[in-house]
């Protein structure tokens, strides 16, 4: 199992706090997600119904032609690359490392490629893994760049996943609305914008026939009913969407301007994080983590991701933990 943000259980038993003294900014989650109500009976006690509104909103939301729900993005990460012979891939590095993960475990040949060495990939490459933005660098991608090299791979049979689970804050940049074209897949989430990770909801806009193979894999009842019923409604209230990607907008110059006065200049970022590339990381990560903040720390390359505190109460703290960590 990879590492990923929000192992809030491990930091409290590891540095021996306990879990309501943590501020978690580990994640990249919206901390202020979208207001759950209280459901209706039937979504917990009858079996989910495929026409029961999901899909007609989110291809509202997405502006997909074809779309697929699943349980989470990470569901069509897993399944994709069991449906292709092996082959060579190639993985946008430093991102997020299921992708690579899952690819190499199927059993195909995988390549890191880094982002300025892109273009020069694609002709040797049958399959092309990216994230925009990416995760955790902020870095983007044209959607003519993209569509661009989707072409190129098209011409061999080849695949474009573009994994888009950063880009509710900035949907006018997404690629979704062309995944008729075969062989490009977009992936989308409500984990990340909506703040409603623990749903596992996510989805696959592409192509009628392998949205096929992937639900014929997958199988009946992948979103349960619960989660399809909130997914709905969160995809319906445009004026919650609105209003939270201004605040996001705000909240993110905010938290850039924080780090920059504490010398902890972020290197990228999106509206849900900021990402810090510094040969300090892991002191970092451990100065805050003792003061109960917690952040995500990578390795490769040496780098600290900061997600947003969720009221002023932590605004407040995190300013005061860097303030005893960076002076």
């Known amino acids: 199992m990879l590492e990923h943000g929000g192992r809030l259980n491990a930091a409290a038993a590891h540095y021996g706090m306990a879990l ?11 901390p202020n997600g979208w207001p759950v109500p209280a459901l209706p009976a039937g979504a917990w006690n009858r ?15 997405y502006r997909a032609p074809h779309i697929l729900p699943v349980a989470g993005s990470q569901a069509a990460i897993q399944i994709l690359p069991t449906l292709r012979t092996r082959c060579r ?3 946008i590095t430093p991102g997020y490392n299921e992708h690579a993960h899952a690819w190499r475990h199927a059993g195909h040949d995988v390549t890191p490629l880094p982002h300025g060495q892109i273009s020069d990939a694609v002709d040797v490459l049958d399959v092309m893994v990216l994230i925009n933005p990416n995760n955790p660098t902020g870095q983007t991608f044209s959607r003519e760049q ?21 880009m509710d804050s900035t949907p006018e940049h997404s690629i979704a609305e062309y995944c008729a074209r075969p062989g490009l897949i977009v992936l989308r989430s409500l984990g990340k914008f909506f703040g409603l990770a623990g749903a596992r909801v996510g989805f696959v806009c592409a192509a009628p026939e392998l949205l096929h193979h992937i639900d014929a894999q997958l199988g009946p009842w992948t979103v349960c009913g619960p989660a399809r019923r909130v997914a709905t409604l969160a995809l319906q209230d445009t004026p919650w969407q609105a209003a939270t990607r201004a605040n996001l907008l705000r909240d993110a110059q905010r938290l850039s301007r924080l780090l920059t006065i504490h010398n902890l200049k972020p290197t990228g970022g999106t509206a849900l994080f900021q990402w810090i590339a510094t040969p300090r990381a892991a002191s970092v990560h451990e100065a805050l983590a003792r003061q109960g903040v917690l952040t995500r720390l990578f390795t490769d390359p040496a780098s600290l991701r900061f997600g947003l505190p969720a009221n002023d109460a932590q605004w407040q703290r995190l300013e005061s933990a860097l303030v005893k960590t960076l002076p």
């Open 20 to 30: 309501s003294d943590w501020l978690d900014l580990s994640t990249g989650i919206n």
């Open 47 to 61: 079996l989910p119904e495929p026409d029961d509104g999901l899909i007609a909103a989110a291809h509202a939301y």
């Open 89 to 91: 891939v190639g993985v």
């Open 146 to 166: 993209l569509l661009q090299w989707h072409a190129q791979l098209a011409t061999k049979n080849g695949w474009l996943i573009v994994d888009e689970a950063f």
